[in-house]
């Protein structure tokens, strides 16, 4: 069992970046893969990207050249940096890891 805490969110003009941030309660490179995931106004929840526990990344195409998944195992951290936010990145976010999810946190993205 893992648990997952997000942080980070806020309000940010388009252009802007964000850093998001979740931490787990155990060591995150026991953990196959950590995944975003993000959930839109009356859409449904998407997958941003993930990081293995050997370090292999993966974005969706609709964030690649933008997001960038990274991790600080000292921290039991993973982090998902936001760059050249647009307003259809509005959304919560969330990680997840071994079927656990965390609690989200909110990006808007408006001038």
């Known amino acids: 069992q893992v648990q997952l805490v997000e942080s980070g969110g806020g309000l940010v003009q388009p252009g802007g970046s964000l850093r998001l941030s979740c931490a787990a309660s155990?060591?995150?490179?026991?953990?196959?893969?950590m995944g975003w995931y993000r959930q839109a106004p009356g859409k449904q929840r998407e997958l941003v990207g993930w990081?293995?526990?050997?370090?292999?990344?993966y974005s969706a195409d609709s964030v690649k050249g933008r997001f960038t998944i990274s991790r600080d195992g000292a921290k039991n951290t993973v982090y998902l940096q936001m760059n050249s936010l647009k307003p259809e990145d509005t959304a919560v976010y969330y990680c997840?890891?071994?079927?656990?999810w965390g609690q989200g946190t909110l990006v808007t993205v408006s001038s």
């Open positions: 990081i293995s526990a050997s370090g292999i990344t």
């Open positions: 997840s890891a071994l079927e656990h």
């Open positions: 155990i060591s995150i490179f026991s953990i196959s893969h």
